[in-house]
């Protein structure tokens, strides 16, 4: 397999949650011209189930990779660039589809004992892909007995792997406030209810929620992004919407941030004779590693030639792989991929060379779990 020219390929084809049709396409043309005597294939929506059947398991063991791209638009200057206007590779989920593709080949000609079961997951980008596959029948009736996943990392050099015991990732939870009240002519304001001096109230009345109500020992985020209001300088806004995103280190904190976020709404409700809801969107459950799995699989790695094993700190990052290691024993892992540019941005352009790291790790692993 060139794993450059299928990284390539994908990256031109970059698709949004549950419409990664041409995805899909190219992932089931590369998987059906494999040896298929120990795969089976199910397709879920725009994602896809490959089992590699063992040859006398006792369990089964999971490798998620996440398929779809970004609303953004690419500003690499790479010749392999974006074919879709507007949209990008920019987490590097190119990257983990075809590190999932080098193993799953490896594997449909290298015989295992366990079955080992590989992961094509939509949406990971939003609305959330993980929470409807996990309880979709196609995925109960394969359903591992652990998982793993990993996730590229700009500011790691390449042939650096990073992960940790217990708590990764962070609980997210997007959030999307819509204000209504009476808009008019700006030299009558008393005529009015004025949603931009509302909103205004709003965010800066969240600013006290992490700094007053969430332990100091605890971590959280609450971050508006964007505010939309008004239609003209010399008319009073009718309506405002606030967008922004919740992050919290325990699902506890993440209940209370929402609790003082519905508490506040009201008050801004009550205060400025408006009305208010709220959406929280896609909504993403901590990646919690365990313990066991992830401390045997990062002192083996550590003994890997040219590997290089950090544990690492949480991050503030979400990921909904957190909804599988909620029901499912198993770890994700940062794989360093050298990029100046970070997640998300329009000039992420991670090292290839690193997707050799991933292949050397997870071969080792699976060839010493799964027999």
Not at 17 to 43: A, C, H, M, W
Not at 208 to 217: G, H, K
Request: aromatic share 10%; net charge negative; with cysteine.
């Amino acid at each position: 397999m060139d794993r450059i020219a299928v990284r390539r390929d994908l990256h031109k084809i970059p698709e949004i949650g549950f419409k990664e049709f041409k995805t899909q396409s190219y992932l089931l043309q590369f998987i059906q011209n494999l040896p298929q005597d120990r795969l089976e294939v199910k397709t879920w929506k725009t994602g896809i189930l490959v089992k590699v059947k063992g040859q006398n398991p006792t369990k089964t063991i999971g490798y998620r990779t996440d398929i779809d791209g970004l609303p953004i638009v690419e500003e690499t200057g790479y010749p392999f660039q974006s074919d879709h206007e507007g949209y990008m590779h920019a987490c590097g989920h190119d990257f983990h589809m075809t590190i999932a593709l080098s193993l799953l080949e490896y594997y449909s000609t290298h015989e295992v004992k366990d079955h080992l079961l590989f992961i094509f997951q939509p949406a990971e980008e939003g609305p959330g892909g993980a929470l409807p596959m996990l309880d979709s029948e196609e995925f109960i009736s394969w359903k591992p007995d652990q998982m793993v996943a990993l996730h590229i990392a700009p500011e790691y050099p390449v042939g650096t792997i990073a992960t940790k015991t217990g708590l990764l990732f962070a609980n997210t939870s997007e959030l999307f406030i819509d204000l209504k009240g009476k808009g008019g002519h700006a030299a009558y304001p008393h005529h009015t209810r004025d949603m931009v001096v509302a909103a205004s109230h709003l965010v800066t009345q969240f600013q006290s929620i992490v700094a007053r109500n969430i332990d100091p020992l605890d971590s959280a985020v609450v971050t508006v992004g964007k505010i939309e209001g008004g239609t003209k300088q010399n008319i009073i806004a009718e309506k405002a919407r606030v967008e922004g995103t919740i992050r919290s280190l325990s699902a506890e904190s993440m209940t209370l941030v929402k609790q003082r976020i519905e508490a506040i709404v009201k008050g801004i409700e009550a205060s400025f004779e408006c009305s208010a809801s709220i959406d929280y969107g896609s909504n993403y459950f901590q990646v919690n590693n365990d313990t066991a799995l992830v401390g045997e699989f990062m002192e083996q790695a550590d003994k890997l030639s040219d590997v290089s094993v950090i544990e690492c700190r949480e991050a503030m990052t979400g990921e909904d792989f957190g909804y599988f290691l909620k029901e499912i024993p198993g770890f994700m892992f940062w794989l360093g991929v050298n990029s100046d540019s970070g997640l998300h941005s329009s000039s992420l352009m991670p090292d290839e060379a690193a997707m050799e790291t991933a292949f050397q790790v997870m071969t080792d692993y699976f060839n010493r779990i799964a027999n």
